[in-house]
């Protein structure tokens, strides 16, 4: 099975702050890396998908990088709705595998 | 508007059955693969199940293969997921998704729409 690994677990970040979120796997998945977002007692909500691709509808300040092994999700200006938990996919081959997931909380 | 609903969750006891159902609407169900992705209280996602538009291709976790089932119902425009002999390690929610398909050189997967989740819980 593909490891994920998200870094860091958590962080706090104040509005208007850029944000890295980093998801590793264990071999190469090219970019076949999804990222998602999930608040509490909510569903996840699809935010990029092969890597860099954004999500229909979802905010241009959202932005994803990455290839191979190791992906990026970059949150500039940050705001308030954005505080949530970030996880990453992969869907290179199953079983599909989540990072454990990454909690941006309000500083 | 794509909408998932899924319903069946509750509790029930070590070694029980439970079959879960998620309702499709606002797309062309047959045209899909669906998928099956649970959340136990406090945890991560884990993916549990996929099946293809035909129902004839069907991958599952190491965890639940040989316990579960993941089906379909194109006329229904419905998907289901039996699970028997349930563990107190299978207590989540459980979402059902759509997997939508981005085509380059090679397929890529991603779940674009989810549904609200449905809670199973595996208590004596």
């Known amino acids: 099975d593909i490891q994920m690994t998200q870094s860091p677990s958590s962080l706090s970040a104040s509005v208007g702050d850029r944000v890295s979120i980093t998801c590793r796997t264990s071999?190469?998945?090219?970019?076949?890396l999804n990222w998602y977002q999930q608040k509490p007692g909510k569903a996840p909500k699809l935010l990029i998908y092969s890597a860099s691709s954004l999500q229909s509808g979802v905010p241009s300040r959202f932005s994803g990088s990455g290839f191979g092994t190791d992906f990026t999700l970059t949150i500039n200006t940050l705001q308030p709705e954005d505080f949530a938990t970030y996880s990453c996919q992969q869907t290179y081959n199953t079983p599909w595998t989540f990072g454990q997931g990454t909690k941006v909380e309000i500083k | 508007e794509v909408q998932l609903v899924e319903s069946g969750g509750g509790l029930v006891q070590p070694e029980g059955s439970l079959r879960l159902s998620c309702a499709a609407s606002?797309?062309?169900?047959?045209?899909?693969?669906m998928t099956w992705v649970r959340q136990a209280p406090g945890k991560g996602l884990e993916w549990v199940a996929n099946?293809?538009?035909?129902?004839?291709?069907?991958y599952y976790v190491d965890s639940v293969r040989g316990r579960s089932t993941i089906s379909r119902d194109n006329a229904k425009n419905s998907l289901y997921l039996q699970m028997n002999s349930l563990r107190v390690e299978d207590t989540a929610v459980y979402y059902c998704?759509?997997?939508?398909?981005?085509?380059?050189?090679?397929?890529?997967?991603?779940?674009?729409?989810w549904g609200q989740g449905t809670l199973v819980t595996v208590s004596s």
């Open positions: 099946v293809n538009q035909g129902g004839s291709e069907r």
């Open positions: 606002g797309f062309i169900f047959s045209s899909y693969w």
């Open positions: 998704a759509r997997v939508s398909v981005a085509t380059s050189i090679v397929t890529q997967y991603y779940l674009d729409y």
């Open positions: 071999q190469n998945i090219n970019y076949f």
